[in-house]
């Protein structure tokens, strides 16, 4: 089948990429030449695993084409993918422009029936705007469907390859049936596809989204809870996890949600329920849950240290929101680096991947380790903010001769209390005692 994406951001290339990989026509298009360029030499602006092989691979093999011409891309297809940005509006709404304009140039290009894709996360609704801008700019006959992505960011590949689940959104029984032939060979081990009304399939990606943010702010609760009454939430987790109607899934306390689709799906589905006068309560206070736990670390240091950390120096292991990714969007280390250093710190930080981007966020303002002992140089504490596998099972010794003071504050709870207290650290988690 021929197919165009537009949009090469987390959730477009890994889209385009993986119908390439199984035998379809691919076309990507991104109005930034520059990076059209990067990717047809093979690069990738993005850290996902499994994604630059792909992407090469079936470049190579004529399969996955990019350009920056978007109406050649549609004339030429059957079915179009919209995958832009819908970035947080300043009332907490998905900003939508980009998935219009997309919508209307898309209309402008076409030259017979199309199948339309919305597959960036959009509000309840969308599909039918999108069908009324088209239908202004073009008579060309066109479906527009719901399609949204379940992809997890560090495991996208995988997720898209062998899907859960295939949430197809359409009032169109022709459109319906190109969709599910699309992704029939995702779907051989028997996962679902599930075709309903477009404003069900658009509900879904919140609903699914909103579930889970959940489950982690309840979690920090539980954790915080825990440490008022000097329980162990490991134990309190791993006891609830056995019972089936719970399961064991995104029960890690920690300092709280980040990346491109918690924090801004959470925010819309509050502003979209409160567009219909209805307040949703939980999700409020998930969200103020959330923002108090990013405050975690901080809260600990200046118990520690008073409120001043002039002079100090703070060691930082993990930049971005989750490990497997260099995204820091809505990431937990940057309102924590913020706040060491409006509190006179010296921050020597540390991420496998995520340097480039947190230039952008921090610039010259703290020092960026060449690797995680390098970063405990003359440190006063560190702080585990990403639990990246390589800093699970790390040289204690090797860490305790790097630092000023052994102090160690454990965002993530990656390691045991009772081992690293062994080594002669001050440690500090959460939720255990």
């Given at each position: 089948?021929?197919?165009?994406?537009?949009?090469?951001?987390?959730?477009?290339?890994?889209?385009?990429?993986?119908?390439?990989?199984?035998?379809?026509?691919v076309v990507c298009v991104d109005k930034d030449a520059a990076k059209v360029r990067m990717l047809k030499r093979g690069k990738i602006p993005i850290y996902e695993p499994g994604l630059e092989e792909i992407v090469r691979s079936n470049h190579a093999k004529h399969r996955l084409h990019f350009?920056?011409?978007?109406?050649?891309?549609?004339?030429?297809?059957?079915?179009?993918f919209i995958a832009v940005g819908t970035p947080t509006a300043e009332d907490g709404s998905?900003?939508?422009?980009?998935?219009?304009?997309?919508?209307?140039?898309?209309?402008?290009?076409?030259?017979?029936y199309k199948v339309i894709v919305d597959k960036s996360t959009v509000p309840v609704g969308t599909a039918a705007l999108v069908t009324a801008t088209m239908a202004k700019e073009t008579t060309h006959a066109f479906s527009v469907v719901s399609n949204p992505e379940f992809l997890k960011q560090g495991a996208a590949v995988d997720d898209?390859?062998?899907?859960?689940?295939?949430?197809?959104?359409?009032?169109?029984?022709?459109?319906?049936?190109?969709?599910?032939?699309?992704?029939?060979?995702?779907?051989?081990?028997?996962?679902?596809?599930?075709?309903?009304d477009t404003a069900s399939a658009e509900m879904c990606k919140y609903a699914a989204n909103a579930m889970l943010a959940t489950r982690i702010s309840f979690m920090n609760e539980i954790a915080n809870v825990c440490e008022l009454y000097g329980a162990d939430v490991d134990k309190v987790r791993q006891a609830?996890?056995?019972?089936?109607?719970?399961?064991?899934?995104?029960?890690?306390?920690?300092?709280?949600?980040?990346?491109?689709?918690?924090?801004?799906?959470?925010?819309?589905?509050?502003?979209f329920s409160a567009d219909k006068k209805y307040s949703f309560r939980i999700l409020e206070a998930v969200e103020a849950?959330?923002?108090?736990?990013?405050?975690?670390?901080?809260?600990?240091?200046?118990?520690?240290?008073?409120?001043?950390?002039?002079?100090k120096t703070i060691a930082v292991w993990g930049l971005s929101f989750k490990p497997r990714t260099d995204d820091m969007r809505e990431a937990p280390a940057v309102p924590l680096i913020n706040g060491l250093l409006e509190r006179g710190a010296k921050v020597r930080a540390f991420d496998p991947e995520a340097r480039d981007m947190a230039k952008m966020f921090f610039g010259k303002k703290i020092h960026y380790a060449a690797n995680a002992y390098d970063a405990l140089t003359g440190a006063d504490a560190l702080l585990i903010v990403t639990e990246w596998n390589e800093f699970r099972e790390p040289d204690f010794f090797r860490m305790k001769r790097a630092m000023k003071t052994p102090v160690v504050f454990d965002g993530r709870n990656i390691y045991d209390?009772?081992?690293?207290?062994?080594?002669?650290?001050?440690?500090?988690?959460?939720?255990?005692?």
């Open positions: 089948m021929k197919i165009a994406v537009i949009g090469t951001g987390y959730v477009g290339l890994v889209v385009g990429a993986c119908f390439a990989e199984t035998g379809n026509d350009t920056t011409t978007l109406a050649d891309a549609v004339r030429k297809s059957e079915v179009i998905a900003d939508l422009q980009h998935v219009l304009a997309a919508a209307r140039e898309v209309a402008r290009s076409m030259n017979g898209f390859l062998k899907p859960d689940r295939v949430v197809i959104g359409s009032d169109d029984k022709r459109a319906a049936d190109i969709m599910i032939d699309l992704y029939r060979p995702f779907t051989r081990t028997g996962a679902p596809i599930m075709v309903m609830i996890a056995t019972d089936k109607r719970i399961g064991p899934a995104f029960l890690f306390p920690g300092i709280g949600y980040g990346g491109s689709c918690f924090p801004k799906d959470v925010k819309a589905i509050v502003k849950v959330n923002a108090r736990q990013k405050q975690r670390l901080l809260t600990k240091l200046d118990k520690h240290f008073g409120k001043s950390l002039k002079g209390p009772e081992q690293i207290r062994g080594f002669g650290f001050t440690y500090s988690s959460i939720g255990r005692p």
